[in-house]
């Protein structure tokens, strides 16, 4: 699974590890993360992250 950078603060996003605090499960891939999820570091959307 890919990983994904937001372009705002540099928070990646691992599918492997997730985002527990958000919510998102170990294993989650990025595309099947709630689109109101928002990043954990700056709060941007889904909208504001790339592929890495």
């Not at 996003?13 to 985002?19: I, L």
């Amino acid at each position: 699974m890919e990983k994904y950078v937001c372009t705002a603060c540099g928070y990646i996003y691992d599918p492997a590890e997730g985002d527990p605090d958000g919510g998102i499960a170990p294993g989650t891939a990025f595309e099947d993360i709630p689109d109101d999820w928002v990043c954990p570091i700056c709060g941007v959307g889904k909208d504001m992250f790339e592929k890495e």
